[in-house]
Nanobody, 125 residues
């Protein structure tokens, strides 16, 4: 079992930055793909970014160039650096972990077994 706890959310004005953290416990996650998904008000959960166990990354088009996902396997933690935030980035952000071995599946929520409770990010205009 893997437990995931997100932190770092908050209320910021448009253009600001936030860094989300996802701390894993229960099992080391070095062999897992880790990802961030988000769900905005009235919207379905959507893929944001993923980092494979190899360290390679994938991003949704809407966040490319603004968000950066990284991981520190020694700390069993994954991060999401979010820059130049926009009001449309407002959502609950969820961390996920899974043994995803097929590259294109890293953007699919069904590929992830473990999920955190989410952290709210609100960007004001």
């Amino acid at each position: 079992q893997v437990q995931l706890v997100e932190s770092g959310g908050g209320l910021v004005p448009a253009g600001d930055s936030l860094r989300l953290s996802c701390a894993a416990s229960g099992r080391t996650t070095g062999n897992y793909a880790m990802a961030w998904f988000r769900q905005g008000p009235g919207k379905e959960r959507e893929f944001v970014a993923a980092i494979r166990r190899s360290g390679s990354t994938a991003y949704a088009d809407s966040v490319k160039g603004r968000f950066t996902i990284s991981r520190d396997n020694a700390k069993n933690t994954v991060y999401l650096q979010m820059n130049t935030l926009k009001p449309e980035d407002t959502a609950v952000y969820y961390c996920a972990a899974g043994l995803v071995n097929i590259d294109y599946l890293v953007s699919k929520s069904s590929a992830y077994v473990y999920w955190g409770q989410g952290t709210q990010v609100t960007v004001s205009s």
